[in-house]
């Protein structure tokens, strides 16, 4: 591989816009002081379809967007707990209240620590059980493909995507556990092997009405192929972007 | 300058994974006789003036609102600092 081809801004700077479509929909990204893999998942809304727009922790609006996703990395350093600070950010207001009136609202890795910090989903995620940081191919299963994110997904399906974290460990009292077992908002349960010792092998969960989705591996690593996982088809991570956009044009 | 001290840990129920790779290097370098160890946090917030119930208050709701997350830890002191 050249070094042109490792090049991040291949894939986000003047090319990009050429290459952007028409799509009335448009998918936010926001970037966190620490924020790591935004450039990843605006590429990802952009290979579904839909319009990436990028926007900044310390704006307080969200640029007319049609939903919004929290990328990974590590907000502030994770300094105090993964995603305490970044859930207090200027931007956070808007996206609260927009999840609450059923914006489809994604959080990846810290993204979905920072969802969990501001209680638009329950639970936290704390350090892997086993103290080490993990990276990984890792199998998940579609719990639930009825989601605003998991719509292009068949109920039970297995997928595969990178997995990547430190502090990946889902946990929340059992009557919360039981509750997201019971009302279906487990979306993503670990397969094979449980990465970080998350209860019940619990990868991702969703709100009670399905537009807000949070889950610990990175469906935007695995959206075009020769650049995700080797074994499977490398790609299984697409289907929760073009899910949204989905989402987004039957909802008009 | 005068101080609050919050103190928060991670609650009993919940896995402390810092905690566990303490006490095995505690083992490991012969203090034995300590069991399980966990891991909290201590902040030290400083005030321009006297340390009153109001301000500790608000010292305790800072706790709650931010030094903390009541789904994993419980914050165990809000008191003022005393001067050594």
């Known amino acids: ?252 | 300058m005068a101080r609050v001290v919050v103190e928060v840990m991670p609650k009993p129920e919940i896995l402390d994974p810092q905690g566990k790779a303490i006490s095995g290097g505690l083992s490991r370098l012969g203090f034995t006789g300590f069991g399980e160890v966990r891991q909290g946090k201590r902040f030290e917030l400083e005030f321009d003036g006297d340390i009153t119930d109001e301000v500790l208050a608000q010292a305790r709701e800072a706790a709650e609102k931010l030094l903390s997350n009541p789904v994993i830890e419980n914050v165990v002191a809000v008191r003022p600092l005393e001067d050594a």
């Open chain 1, 1 to 252: 591989m050249t070094a042109t081809a490792m090049d991040p801004t291949v894939f986000t700077g003047e090319a990009d816009a050429e290459a952007t479509d028409t799509s009335a929909v448009s998918v936010g990204v926001v970037t966190f002081p620490g924020s790591l893999d935004d450039r990843d998942a605006a590429r990802a809304v952009r290979l579904a379809g839909a319009k990436p727009v990028n926007l900044w922790h310390a704006d307080s609006t969200l640029d007319g967007v049609d939903a919004v996703i929290l990328p990974g990395g590590f907000s502030y350093g994770d300094y105090l707990r993964c995603g305490a600070i970044a859930r207090f950010a200027p931007i956070m207001e808007s996206v609260v209240s927009a999840a609450n009136a059923g914006m489809p609202v994604l959080g990846i890795c810290n993204g979905f620590q920072v969802l969990c910090e501001s209680h638009l989903l329950p639970g936290a995620l704390i350090r892997n059980d086993h103290q080490h940081f993990i990276c990984r191919d890792q199998d998940l299963v579609v719990e639930n493909a009825g989601t605003a994110w998991t719509l292009d997904y068949t109920q039970g399906q297995t997928i595969r995507i990178p997995l990547k974290n430190g502090e990946g460990g889902f946990v929340a009292t059992d009557d919360v556990l039981d509750e997201l077992e019971s009302t279906g908002r487990v979306v993503f349960r670990y397969q094979g092997f449980n990465p970080n010792g998350s209860l019940r092998d619990i990868a991702g969960i969703s709100n009670e009405r399905g537009n807000v989705v949070g889950l610990m591996p990175h469906p935007e690593h695995a959206v075009e192929a020769g650049f995700g996982p080797e074994a499977g088809s490398g790609t299984d991570g697409q289907g929760i972007f073009s899910s949204a956009v989905r989402t987004l044009v039957a909802n008009g």
